[in-house]
């Protein structure tokens, strides 16, 4: 039985497929924007179009960007001869945010999963390999700790080291305010080899 109008059920069947939004969560967005004055929405709908017209590729990295080349490979203040590779432009924001990352990067746009039917050449890795031919010193793997991102940093790191290039991996451990008895043995084992003097 249809509670709502046509128009209204299609407006909640459209944001409850967006990623992340249940059925209840589209309801309440659908009414809060029928509720909103029509320049707002208007505003709304065209910051969406736009987005979706004029963001493309950092011709470098591979972020998302709304120019040819993304603001950190366009500032000549960053370390250009240091990559870090990371698993998506969410990933490149979360380091950008610590203000302490004076590299560059490079977007993977996904993982090797074999599971999944992903491989090498359905990454951006003939992208990152092409840059390394310019004065690289340095490669920082932060893919995730999962077995997809685990298994895309080994990829990437028997495929830089015969350059000479240096190839690191981001360490990982044990989070601020964990208890050590519910941590797996693998993020332990990390913690361990990623320790450093005090």
Do not use: W
């Not at 432009?89 to 090797?112: M, P, Q, S």
Request: glycine residues 8%; hydrophobic residues 35%.
């Amino acid at each position: 039985m249809d509670y709502y109008s046509k128009q209204i059920t299609k407006l909640i069947d459209e944001l409850s497929s967006l990623p992340g939004i249940g059925n209840k969560s589209a309801q309440r967005l659908a009414f809060h924007i029928l509720n909103m004055p029509a320049e707002r929405v208007e505003r709304l709908a065209d910051t969406i179009v736009d987005a979706r017209h004029n963001v493309r590729y950092c011709r470098t990295c591979y972020t998302l960007t709304d120019a040819e080349e993304c603001p950190i490979c366009r500032n000549a203040a960053r370390n250009h001869h240091m990559i870090m590779v990371v698993e998506n432009t969410r990933d490149l924001a979360a380091y950008e945010k610590t203000g302490k990352y004076e590299g560059v990067y490079h977007v993977l746009h996904g993982t090797i999963s074999p599971m999944l039917g992903i491989g090498p050449e359905d990454i951006r890795l003939k992208e990152l390999i092409k840059r390394l031919e310019g004065d690289v010193d340095e490669v920082i793997i932060a893919t995730n700790s999962s077995l997809e991102g685990e298994t895309t940093a080994m990829y990437i790191s028997k495929l830089i080291k015969p350059t000479g290039i240096k190839v690191s991996r981001i360490a990982s451990g044990v989070p601020v305010g964990g208890d050590l008895e519910y941590i797996d043995e693998m993020t332990l084992l990390r913690a361990l080899e990623g320790r450093v003097e005090l």
